[in-house]
């Protein structure tokens, strides 16, 4: 596969610092960014602790946050926007209208019937309202300190330099006719400080894979914080299928070699540092994938994913010596139950492999956000945060 990627997604053309509005409207615009900020931080607490049986209970959590952000919506839609402004308010509501909605559509799945399809529906929204305000995060500081570690909070400025004309930098996308939306393409993000660091230096990049039914479009915004704080290269591919070819033919893993490919030929691409990581089956994939002959990748970090049949049948416990792997697991997981990765623990290490397994307590069958840290310190310390380093 040779990807041709789209331009940047549209919404980046949005100007991150409109003019000063009326009192009146900045007062709508405050409350209704506060709100929002606070659902997709709810969302992203309540989505660490997915799990069927707890559903219930965490929707209730998201009720009073979702009147107050449908408040503020509703404010904000009553408040015309001055002269000047209609199209950073019209994406600034799309935003707002992404959040109220992902917020309520998890408060109101409580009810066991068609709760995982409400639940899921949800989680897309609440990437959907991140892609949307992305483009504003210099209009709100709250914003700004959403897409970035604590370290950058004080100095959000420096992570948006001016980029020299022509440097590709922000979210991009790579698919079918240029839909955001088709299976098989990319999304990749770019740091927007790229254009202004060292000219010679290459840039690590994480390739990280979602799991069974998902899309590199939503996956990316797991890891946009960290890329963007740090400094590294991030592309969120989507399979071929509905999920990763765990199944002859292979057609995803030949597609991932051409991606990064691409990537490697318009940005500067250190090969020494790509780091190959997935969620579930996107996990599973990322073992098959990165143990196979002449993989690219330099390190494998696999959360709730298991060993797949295949990495026996085709030799590529022979090449796991050596290899650099991070294992994850929940203790809680109910689709792949612990002893799944335990045994693949021991099995990758009596093949060779250096394995580095954690198990965590609290952990269902879902991503554990902040083992992002974990895993870009054992994957190469100099992507610490900052303050760290």
């Not at 088709?182 to 690590?204: K, N, S, T």
């Not at 250190?270 to 196979?292: F, H, K, P, Q, V």
Request: with cysteine; net charge negative.
């Amino acid at each position: 596969m040779s990807p041709a990627a789209a331009p940047a997604l549209p919404c980046d053309a949005v100007s991150p610092s409109p003019p000063k509005p009326d009192p009146a409207y900045a007062q709508a615009l405050a409350r209704a960014a506060a709100a929002t900020v606070g659902g997709l931080e709810a969302m992203e607490a309540v989505a660490r602790r997915l799990h069927p049986a707890e559903l219930a209970a965490l929707g209730e959590r998201l009720e009073p946050l979702s009147e107050r952000l449908d408040s503020a919506l509703e404010d904000l839609r009553d408040a015309p926007a001055p002269e000047g402004l209609e199209p950073f308010h019209a994406q600034f509501l799309l935003g707002v209208e992404n959040a109220a909605a992902a917020v309520r559509g998890f408060a109101a799945a409580g009810a066991p019937a068609g709760a995982v399809g409400r639940v899921l529906g949800a989680l897309r929204l609440h990437c959907r309202a991140q892609e949307a305000l992305y483009p504003l995060r210099r209009a709100f500081p709250s914003l700004g300190c959403h897409f970035a570690e604590p370290a950058w909070h004080e100095r959000l400025a420096d992570l948006d330099p001016d980029p020299p004309e022509g440097v590709g930098v922000g979210i991009h996308a790579a698919g079918a006719d240029g839909d955001p939306d088709a299976r098989g393409g990319f999304h990749l993000y770019v740091p927007e400080r790229y254009a202004a660091a060292d000219a010679e230096a290459g840039w690590p990049l994480v390739v990280a894979l979602h799991g069974g039914f998902g899309h590199g479009r939503d996956f990316l915004w797991t890891w946009l914080r960290e890329a963007r704080s740090r400094g590294f290269l991030l592309m969120a591919p989507t399979s071929r299928g509905t999920t990763w070819a765990l199944n002859p033919p292979d057609v995803d893993a030949p597609a991932l070699r051409s991606m990064i490919d691409y990537v490697g030929e318009r940005w500067r691409l250190d090969r020494s540092r790509i780091l190959l990581t997935g969620l579930s089956d996107g996990g599973t994939y990322a073992l098959l994938a990165g143990l196979e002959e002449g993989a690219p990748y330099t390190a494998l970090a696999v959360v709730s994913g298991v060993l797949h049949p295949r990495n026996f049948a085709e030799g590529n416990l022979e090449r796991a010596r050596g290899r650099r792997i991070y294992l994850a697991h929940g203790a809680l997981d109910w689709m792949f139950p612990v002893g799944l990765a335990q045994g693949a623990c021991d099995t990758l290490r009596e093949a060779g492999a250096d394995v580095t397994y954690r198990e965590i307590a609290d952990l269902s069958h879902t991503y554990p956000r902040e083992e992002n840290d974990r895993i870009l310190r054992w994957f190469d310390p100099s992507l610490a945060p900052k303050a760290d380093a």
